[in-house]
Nanobody, 124 residues
Framework: QVQLVESGGGLVQAGGSLRLSCAAS????????MGWFRQAPGKEREFVAY????????HYADSVKGRFTISRDNAKNTMYLQMNNLRPEDTAVYYC?????????????????WGQGTQVTVSS
């Protein structure tokens, strides 16, 4: 089992950057495929990006490709999401998630563990 805690959210102007972190408990972090999802008000939770256990495989939603970068540091039990050139439509609660399934994993139902979320607000 793994517990996840996100941090790094906040308010930023359009065109700005934020880096989200997801800290995981437990000694088996490197066994998990990790993902980022987001949920805007009134909308369903949607896939943003995933990274495999070693960091050698990543995948992004088209809406964030070229602007967001997912990474992980297994020695620190932490995953990151670097978000550049933010847009108002990126405003959402961002969640990190973990699964023992291999990539590709883009559905919320494929992930077993979730953090509590961190709010990202992008002003125009």
């Amino acid at each position: 089992q793994v517990q996840l805690v996100e941090s790094g959210g906040g308010l930023v102007q359009a065109g700005g950057s934020l880096r989200l972190s997801c800290a995981a408990s437990g000694r088996t972090f490197s066994s998990y495929t990790m993902g980022w999802f987001r949920q805007a008000p009134g909308k369903e939770r949607e896939f943003v990006a995933y990274i495999n256990w070693s960091g050698s495989s990543t995948h992004y939603a088209d809406s964030v490709k070229g602007r967001f970068t997912i990474s992980r540091d297994n020695a620190k039990n932490t995953m990151y999401l670097q978000m550049n050139n933010l847009r108002p439509e990126d405003t959402a609660v961002y969640y990190c998630a973990a699964t023992l399934r291999s990539v590709p994993v883009v559905q919320t139902t494929e992930y077993d563990y979730w953090g509590q979320g961190t709010q990202v607000t992008v002003s125009s």
